[in-house]
């Protein structure tokens, strides 16, 4: 329609959509948030600015930008009763089943911004979503390790908010490293939104029939948490501490070659990309950043950079255009930073709420949106009698 594809009308009661937010063009490598390159964004934005941006259509002036920042800042404590919520888990409970279900439960926390044909209360749940997601996510982890749950403080940035509520204690504050704080940012931002991927197509199925945005997101949660596609970056490393030394690559590297074998190199390969992930070349180097600024000499995170030139100087991996996404890198970053792997998807989908709230509010906006109804190729049995049988 705009020049960079047609679609029928017909599929758009399929599932199939109009959007505007972000353009990807696999073969070149290419992804755009509302024109802007991810790497500009990458490079010289903050993720507060990208989310006021992908919600807004427009990079905010000053100004914009500094109500913005406030307003979300204002948004990120949790009604507090999601403390008694949280204490329902098993402590051993997987970070993204509570985190499916403290977002699912947050409609019946906030009643003032269900009505989903309101444009303000749509973008004040939008906004409630993006302000609380870092602060539920750090809850599934203090809740996971036994540590109390630390408040949100305001003086903090969106991404030092999260680092602390993360890793302080009452016993000492948790030191804010800005190099650590810049790689979290930009983690969220490489992780922000990419066009109808599984997790943002459920999201807006789901707002199709008109349920409220807090289960809508929780929906993306939950198509996220998959290891085909958010769990990637867990899966990743427990593919790494598998392999577990260099030695061993070469095994692993066999057994994704072989047909016969349901093995897959996580952290690798593409639906769309099919030369490079432009985001994963950014979070490459910063990815190298992190393991210098840290100084960190982890044997794990030497298999990986081992892994990575293997595969890229094998034909075969060349040849089926296989080449590390942006879950192979984030995956390192996070664990260089001390996060535990069973909390990568929880960070994945605290920076794709802005991607999905975007994606549901433009739905919304759209005149004559229909409930989605995806059809099928039918091939099961022509129809034939039903006999009864004796019960
Ligand atoms: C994300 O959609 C999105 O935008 C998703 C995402 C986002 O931001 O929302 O980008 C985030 O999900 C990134 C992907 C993270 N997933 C992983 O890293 C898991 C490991 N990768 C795969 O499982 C796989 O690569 C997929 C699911 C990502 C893509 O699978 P496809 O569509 O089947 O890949 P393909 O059709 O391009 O495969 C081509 C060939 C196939 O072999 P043949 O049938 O042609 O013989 O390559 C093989 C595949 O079997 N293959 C792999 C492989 N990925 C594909 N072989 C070994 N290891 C792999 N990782």
Not at 312 to 323: M, T
């Amino acid at each position: 329609a705009n020049g960079y594809f047609t679609y029928d009308p017909g599929f758009m009661a399929t599932g199939s959509c109009e959007s505007t937010i972000t353009y990807i063009d696999g073969a070149k490598g290419i992804l755009l948030h509302r024109g802007y390159s991810i790497e500009e964004l990458a490079r010289d934005s903050d993720y507060i600015e990208v989310v006021y941006m992908l919600l807004h259509d427009k990079t905010p002036n000053t100004e914009e930008y500094r109500d913005f920042k406030d307003t979300i800042t204002r948004h990120t404590l949790v009604h507090d009763q999601i403390n008694n919520f949280f204490r329902g888990f098993r402590r051993d409970a997987h970070p993204m089943a509570m985190l499916c279900g403290s977002v699912g439960a947050m409609s019946s926390f906030y009643h003032d911004d269900l009505n989903i044909h309101d444009p303000e209360q749509r973008l004040r749940s939008a906004y409630r979503l993006v302000a609380k997601m870092p602060t539920l996510v750090a809850m599934c982890y203090k809740y996971n390790i036994g540590q109390p749950f630390v408040y949100p403080k305001n003086e903090l940035s969106y991404a030092e908010n999260f680092l602390n509520m993360m890793f302080s204690v009452p016993a000492e504050d948790y030191k804010i490293s800005p190099a650590v704080a810049k790689a979290v940012d930009r983690i969220f931002i490489l992780h922000a939104d990419h066009e109808q991927n599984a997790s943002t197509s459920t999201v807006r199925l789901a707002g199709s029939s008109g349920a409220n945005p807090y289960a809508c997101i929780a929906a993306g949660v939950a198509s996220l948490w998959g290891p085909a596609h958010g769990g990637a970056n867990e899966a990743c490393l427990n593919m790494l501490e598998e392999i577990g030394t260099v030695d061993r690559i070469p095994e692993f590297i066999a057994r994704a070659k072989d047909k016969d074998d349901p093995f897959r190199l996580m952290g690798f390969g593409h639906r769309v990309y099919k030369n490079f992930d432009p985001r994963a070349t950014v979070m490459r180097e910063s990815c190298h950043e992190v393991l210098a600024e840290l100084n960190i000499d982890d044997p794990l995170l030497n298999v990986a950079m081992e892994l990575e030139r293997i595969a890229l100087s094998d034909p075969y991996f060349a040849e089926k255009k296989l080449f590390p996404n942006v879950d192979f890198y984030s995956g390192i970053i996070l664990k260089a930073i001390g996060i535990p792997t069973n909390m990568f998807t929880c960070i994945f989908a605290l920076a794709r709420t802005v991607g999905w709230v975007s994606h549901w509010h433009e739905m919304l906006s759209q005149p004559g949106q229909k409930i989605g109804r995806p059809r099928q190729l039918y091939t099961g049995e022509a129809q034939r009698p039903y006999s009864k049988i004796d019960k």
